[in-house]
């Protein structure tokens, strides 16, 4: 039994099987997956020029925030139900699968009707009650690492959710908080191959989060796809300068086509040298 950390019965990898996480079209863990979209629903405008040039780039799914935990009170804080609507009308033009946040355990419900992967922001990490709640609907769940987790801590969450009988659960790394003040996070693409070690889940990887930097946004999406990582979530917009949140880290549509062109030609060669 191929298990290091004794609590994590349900999530630990017992032999060769892997968990497939079904997604509109895309089977996650099976197949390679990118998630793009803004940071912030802001707008109807907004987010629909921006799922339409995600879906042009090729991505599979689109992400944005209606919820968005910000660490001043004062900060942008998402549009809320009429944000979901807004994903909901960029899903029905584009196809793509939704991917947002959740924060609240009283929105979990409501909110699933509207939404095709409920994501746990690093915050809520080991928001236990919220990690139950999600663990009880029929949805996939985007479990994010917490800025000062252990993978055993993060494994444990995800414990949480598949012992409430949700065994559909996509970890993502994030980058984690170090004494490293250039990057917004440290990016721990170490932690890819260990969890191919330590669990049956698929795992996907953040470079905005992680890297909080343009720059570094598409090198280490390189070095996620050859870490072994099963997809990327990229935030995307299409004039990051007036953006209402996040916008350092924010790629234009015709970086992220790029992006995904680059990364679909890695992953290509790689599957080939197996």
């Not at 790629?251 to 990364?263: D, G, M, S, W, Y």
Request: aromatic share 6%; with cysteine; glycine share 8%.
């Amino acid at each position: 039994m191929n298990n290091v950390y004794k609590n994590v019965k349900l999530a630990s990898l017992n032999g060769p099987e892997r968990t497939f996480v079904r997604v509109g079209k895309s089977s996650i863990g099976k197949d390679f997956v990118v998630i793009g979209g803004p940071c912030s629903v802001e707008s109807e405008e907004q987010l629909l020029d921006t799922a339409r040039k995600v879906k042009e780039a090729g991505a599979d799914m689109l992400r944005g925030g209606a919820f968005k935990p910000r660490t001043s009170p004062y900060s942008f804080q998402g549009l809320g139900l009429k944000g979901l609507k807004l994903l909901e009308k960029a899903k029905d033009e584009t196809g793509l699968p939704i991917v947002t946040e959740v924060m609240d355990t009283r929105d979990v419900g409501w909110a699933s009707e509207y939404i095709d992967v409920l994501q746990i922001g690093a915050r809520n990490m080991q928001n236990f009650s919220l990690l139950k709640e999600v663990g009880k609907v029929n949805k996939p769940i985007l479990l994010k690492r917490g800025m000062n987790s252990t993978i055993e801590e993060w494994l444990s969450s995800a414990e949480y959710i598949l012992n409430e009988g949700n065994p559909n659960v996509i970890l993502c790394e994030r980058g984690i908080r170090t004494f490293e003040t250039y990057t917004r996070n440290t990016l721990d693409l170490s932690a890819v191959p260990a969890l191919k070690e330590l669990t049956h889940l698929p795992v996907i990887v953040d470079p905005s989060h992680g890297t909080g930097k343009v720059s570094l946004i598409e090198p280490m999406s390189l070095a996620s796809v050859a870490s072994g990582a099963d997809g990327l979530i990229i935030e995307v917009h299409r004039d990051p300068s007036v953006a209402l949140s996040d916008k350092d880290q924010a790629l234009i549509p015709t970086q992220f086509a790029e992006l995904v062109r680059k990364t679909r030609m890695l992953r290509d060669s790689m599957e080939n040298l197996k």
